[in-house]
């Protein structure tokens, strides 16, 4: 079997890395890939959003499944173009991927499907944004509707954070398009889960839950990122939540997709925040999520690669197995530049340290110098992944892993995952 994975960053390291595992015969290309993935998968030097070029790349080496990591390909069409060419890719059309890509279509479709999340507006014009932000009072929370790379979100503690805000997306621009248009959003508490299924449209094979992190700052300070790390299991996601998720969410969710014509098939992912009054849903991806895949797939001990395969077929995943996980916590660690999430500097040179039991490294933003050195390549560069029997355990082994890491102006944080070991401690003090 031959899967081509269109992508280059920890998250297709992490998809290449478990789908080698499935199947060690395995033929594995990857566009464009990155120095991790090359040590799985050959690697071609095509740009993710080069539509033209992968379907001429799946034709000519007979690919039998093509896996689209990020969410840009899928927003430009990429599912929609092979499939016109019959060629077999695992992943929503353009038009299914709204759910992610544009976050005023994805709130209506959750009204119709009486899905539960924060009330929103939209607004393109500065002053009745600002209005409806008083409407609503402080906290509350400004979103650029179209992509910003998981930063176009501001959560305003106060009423003038919140104008400026509103000012730098309208006014100023600072999303580009992506912030032409903005949601102004009720502000919800709670802890967040990052639950991923993989479905054919209509049934689904749920993934066990994963917590991100998304502030730059241990501790959770400072501004949002696309994520420092990620850990699983997650312990307040019981038996019960998932069974939330599933019936409240995703089924809901996708009947509704399918009733507009648009069916979402391949790997849908629901931000959750557990409100007081429930789990209530904060964004939706068509695609998994970065970094919580590279936690969770080390995780899982049955096959992705046959769900993948028959989603990707459009065969039906109606009696479809239950993933096996294993007993275990994984914590992935993000290595990330100096600077990030603001600008950095790349083509700082890399070093690594050996190979150590239970601790995988991924591959996010690096690449290699005219000489063949490893070097960084923009702000997150590494995700280290650590599967130990305990979440503490996990922690250390990932989090010292990063911390011998080596490379001009590097940052990580060493909590990833303290949530579930502070309530383990207030549990053990009880
Ligand atoms: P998003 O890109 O929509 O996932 O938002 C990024 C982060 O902002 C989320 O992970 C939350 O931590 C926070 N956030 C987004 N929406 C809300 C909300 N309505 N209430 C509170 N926090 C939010
Ligand atoms: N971890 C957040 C995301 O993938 O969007």
């Known amino acids: 079997m031959k899967v081509l994975i269109v992508g280059g960053g920890a998250r297709e390291h992490a998809l290449a ?27 071609e030097p095509i740009a993710a959003t080069d539509i ?20 840009g390909p899928l927003d430009a069409g990429l599912v929609d173009h092979f499939r016109a060419q019959a060629l077999p890719v695992f992943g929503p059309t353009r038009s299914a991927a709204r759910i992610e890509t544009s976050k005023s279509w994805a709130k209506s479709l ?36 179209g992509l910003a790379a998981g930063k ?31 949601l102004v959003e009720e502000f919800m508490t709670g802890e967040e889960l990052s639950i991923f299924a993989l479905t054919d449209g209509t049934h689904v094979v749920p993934m066990i839950a994963a917590q991100d992190h998304k502030r730059v700052g241990e501790g959770e300070t400072g501004p949002n990122t696309g994520g420092m790390g990620a850990y699983a299991p997650v312990s307040v ?20 997709m399918r009733a507009d014509g648009c069916p979402f098939t391949g790997l849908l992912y629901a931000g959750l925040m557990m409100t007081p009054t429930g789990p209530k849903v904060v964004e939706f991806n068509c695609r998994f999520g970065d970094p919580e895949t590279e936690a969770i797939l080390p995780l ?14 459009g065969d039906s995943l109606a009696g479809a197995p239950a993933l096996a996980w294993k007993n275990a916590a994984a914590v992935t660690t993000v290595v990330a530049a100096g600077g990030y999430p603001g600008t950095v500097k790349s083509g700082d040179a890399i070093t690594l340290p050996a190979p150590r039991d239970g601790v995988t490294v991924f591959h996010a933003g ?65």
Request: net charge neutral; with cysteine.
């Open 17 to 43: 890395w478990k789908l080698r595992r499935d199947d060690p015969s395995l033929e594995l290309i990857a566009a464009p890939g990155n120095p991790g993935i090359a040590e799985l998968a050959r690697c």
């Open 52 to 71: 033209a070029a992968l379907a001429r790349l799946a034709h000519q080496e007979r690919v039998d499944v093509t896996v689209v990591g990020p969410e």
């Open 110 to 145: 959750m009204a119709r499907a009486g899905v539960p999340t924060a009330t929103a507006r939209f607004f393109s014009d500065t002053a009745a944004a600002k209005a409806a932000a008083r409407q609503l009072g402080a906290p509350v929370v400004i979103k650029a509707t």
């Open 152 to 182: 176009g979100v501001v959560v305003a503690l106060t009423l003038a954070e919140a104008d400026d805000a509103i000012e730098m997306m309208l006014d100023r621009r600072a999303f580009g398009d992506a912030g032409a248009e903005l």
């Open 237 to 256: 996601a019981t038996q019960a939540t998932a069974d939330l998720a599933l019936d409240r969410v995703f089924l809901p969710t996708l009947a509704a």
């Open 300 to 313: 899982l001990d049955s096959s992705l690669l046959e769900p993948m395969r028959a989603i990707a077929a």
């Open 366 to 430: 690096t690449t290699r110098d005219a000489s063949g050195a490893l070097v960084t390549l923009g702000g997150r560069v590494l995700a280290v992944t650590a599967v130990a029997e305990t979440l503490a355990d996990a922690q250390r082994a990932s989090a010292g892993y990063a911390a011998d890491v080596q490379f001009a102006g590097r940052q990580f944080r060493r909590d990833i995952g303290w949530r579930d070991l502070q309530r383990a401690s207030s549990a053990s003090r009880a």
